[in-house]
T-cell receptor
Framework: AAGVIQSPRHLIKEKRETATLKCYPI?????VYWYQQGPGQDPQFLIS???????DKGSIPDRFSAQQFSDYHSELNMSSLELGDSALYFC????????????FGSGTQLSVL | GQQVMQIPQYQHVQEGEDFTTYCNSS?????IQWYKQRPGGHPVFLIQ?????EVKKQKRLTFQFGEAKKNSSLHITATQTTDVGTYFC???????????FGKGTHLIIQP
């Protein structure tokens, strides 16, 4: 069965650079979530989209933005990167018509040097 | 904002012993979900509880949702080495999309 696909798997950036993370949800899933997980920490909710519109916002910094495109894939854009942005970024998808469980991708490990 | 507290943070058990993790929310939840994350992996959905006082079982795992829908627990009977990982509860309040995760309980099993 198709799963949530994230790219890239690993990303290394310098301070003040920008980064773009991509997420391809499970086919026919209409909701996408972005989470940030630091080492040994719990996933922190950043933002979510339902049917290409932002539906909920968590602890996403103003330096970050995200969108969901017509094909339902989503991108998380991160600018003016800071050392503290180093983390594992997960994308998850779900179906509003389903049982609301989240299917997580394998994540993008971002390292800011 | 909504807060979800989870205890204990770490739990060491001998293989074959039981394990329980507890989750408490600062607000009433519309539902609560449990996820397991293996080291180096991503969270994997285990179960969702919706009804007040609900109890669900999956083989050796028993999940409970409190009467007030503000707390939940996961109990594993006779742990096995395959149970190693971090167990997260995640709550969704009324009207919110994003799940709020607890800090997780890291289960370490000694053979």
């Amino acid at each position: 069965a198709a799963g949530v696909i994230q790219s890239p798997r690993h990303l290394i950036k310098e301070k003040r650079e920008t980064a773009t993370l991509k997420c391809y949800p499970i086919p026919r899933h209409d909701t996408v979530y972005w989470y940030q997980q630091g080492p040994g920490q719990d996933p922190q909710f950043l933002i979510s989209f339902y049917e290409k519109m932002q539906s909920d916002k968590g602890s996403i910094p103003d330096r970050f933005s995200a969108q969901q495109f017509s094909d339902y894939h989503s991108e998380l854009n991160m600018s003016s990167l800071e050392l503290g942005d180093s983390a594992l970024y997960f994308c998850a998808s779900s179906s509003a018509a389903g049982d609301e469980k989240l299917f997580f991708g394998s994540g993008t490990q971002l390292s800011v040097l | 904002g909504q807060q979800v507290m989870q205890i204990p943070q770490y739990q060491h058990v001998q293989e074959g012993e039981d394990f329980t993790t507890y989750c408490n929310s600062s607000t009433t939840l519309s539902n609560i979900q449990w996820y397991k994350q293996r080291p180096g992996g991503h969270p994997v959905f285990l179960i969702q509880l919706v009804k007040s006082g609900e109890v669900k079982k999956q083989k050796r795992l028993t999940f409970q949702f409190g009467e007030a829908k503000k707390n939940s627990s996961l109990h594993i009977t006779a742990t096995q080495t395959t149970d190693v990982g971090t167990y997260f509860c995640a709550g969704r309040g009324g009207g919110a999309d994003g799940l709020t995760f607890g800090k997780g309980t890291h289960l370490i099993i000694q053979p």
